[in-house]
């Protein structure tokens, strides 16, 4: 074997080494992947933190419980534990610090929020089967969320404020920053049909089962994107814009069965068979295999609703 032979080989097995080691050291580590983090307490909210290893390299995605998730400026494994922090205020100070350490597919740890440290538990999400919402389902008896004339069937998240809503010449509508509206009632595999208004730069939401949210918008003419007017909330931008200008009755149609979603707006399928990938921000919880109620975002701006049917999907199982 000449030198160069030899320094040739050398250097091929120093690289199988190295790729050896990263590989083991992805498969070892427990962090990797996605976690639904849920803290504990009366904080409303609900975290999600995805984990990679990139080249030797932790990254993360979070959601901070409200909007979209975020690229993490930093994460790293510090003597066993997980810790991440999202970046800084804007107003200043500094960003709070997570830890956590995992025990199997269990994540328990701590965040420290403000002169309070608040405990939290994650949970990896559910390994969901095979569904489809373009398929033909059995449908059971329609349930009517507003009739035209009373609210009876509507709590509120937030139970220390004013509900914020009313009913007015058979609209149900709000008075901005209103309480959200949660049903009463819950389900699980079902369609949804919705007739509402949106009032100029308008911003609301339905929430499916309380944990993924169907964004509605006044975004008449605009290009589409994951934050656009029937999208699936920071996932899934609408195929299409197929909202009507400000002042007109929007008509929605969803079909959520088990993680898919198909989703008609003003007759143009906008949604088809997408797959819910995570909670969405503002998630009511992150209990993704059980029934959750419908949501209808209040604290926003002004939206009018004089229709909203649910019709349970009888034929799906878990």
Same mark, same amino acid.
């Given at each position: 074997m000449n030198t160069r032979q030899f320094a040739a080989r050398a250097?091929?097995?120093?690289?199988?080494?190295?790729?050896?080691?990263?590989?083991?050291?992805?498969?070892?580590?427990?962090?990797?992947?996605?976690?639904?983090?849920?803290?504990?307490?009366?904080?409303?909210?609900?975290?999600?933190?995805?984990?990679?290893?990139?080249?030797?390299?932790?990254?993360?995605?979070?959601?901070?419980?409200? !909007?979209? =998730? &975020?690229? @993490?400026?930093?994460?790293?494994?510090?003597?066993?534990?997980? #810790?991440?922090?999202?970046?800084? /205020?804007?107003?200043?100070?500094?960003a709070p610090e997570f830890r956590a350490k995992a025990e199997g597919d269990k994540l328990t740890g701590s965040v420290k929020m403000s002169a309070r440290t608040v405990a939290f538990t994650?949970?990896?999400?559910?390994?969901?089967?095979?569904?489809?919402?373009?398929?033909?389902?059995?449908? !059971?008896? =329609? &349930?009517? @969320?507003?009739?035209?004339?009373?609210?009876?069937?509507?709590? #509120?998240?937030?139970?220390?404020? /004013?509900?914020?809503?009313?009913?007015?010449?058979?609209?149900m509508t709000n008075a901005p920053p209103a309480n959200n509206l949660v049903s009463?009632?819950?389900f699980q595999d079902f369609t949804i049909h919705a007739e509402y208004k949106v009032?100029?730069?308008?911003?609301?939401?339905?929430?499916?089962?309380?944990?993924?949210?169907?964004q509605v918008l006044d975004d008449y003419g605009k290009d589409p994107d994951v934050h656009s007017h029937m999208a699936v909330y920071a996932w899934h931008a609408p195929l299409v814009n197929a909202s009507r200008p400000v002042g007109e009755w929007q008509a929605m149609d969803a079909t959520i069965v088990g993680n898919k979603v198909t989703v008609v707006l003003n007759g143009k399928k906008v949604q088809d068979n997408a797959t819910l990938e995570a909670v969405t921000g503002g998630a009511l919880d992150a209990n993704e295999l059980e029934?959750?109620?419908?949501?209808?975002?209040?604290?926003?701006?002004?939206?009018?609703?004089?229709?909203?049917?649910?019709?349970?999907i009888t034929d799906t199982k878990r």
């Open positions: 250097a091929s097995a120093a690289a199988l080494a190295v790729l050896s080691i990263t590989t083991a050291g992805a498969q070892n580590n427990p962090y990797l992947g996605r976690w639904n983090i849920t803290p504990a307490g009366d904080n409303t909210g609900v975290y999600w933190l995805e984990v990679k290893e990139d080249a030797g390299q932790l990254t993360g995605m979070f959601l901070n419980r409200g !909007g979209s =998730p &975020v690229k @993490l400026p930093s994460i790293k494994i510090d003597n066993g534990e997980l #810790v991440w922090q999202t970046a800084a /205020p804007t107003a200043g100070g500094t994650g949970t990896r999400p559910p390994k969901w089967g095979s569904y489809d919402a373009n398929a033909t389902h059995t449908l !059971g008896t =329609p &349930v009517e @969320l507003f009739n035209g004339t009373s609210m009876d069937t509507w709590d #509120v998240q937030d139970k220390t404020k /004013p509900m914020g809503w009313s009913v007015v010449e058979g609209v009463k009632q819950k009032a100029e730069h308008s911003n609301s939401g339905i929430y499916v089962r309380g944990r993924y949210e169907l029934p959750g109620p419908i949501m209808i975002q209040g604290d926003h701006d002004k939206i009018t609703y004089r229709k909203v049917t649910i019709t349970p």
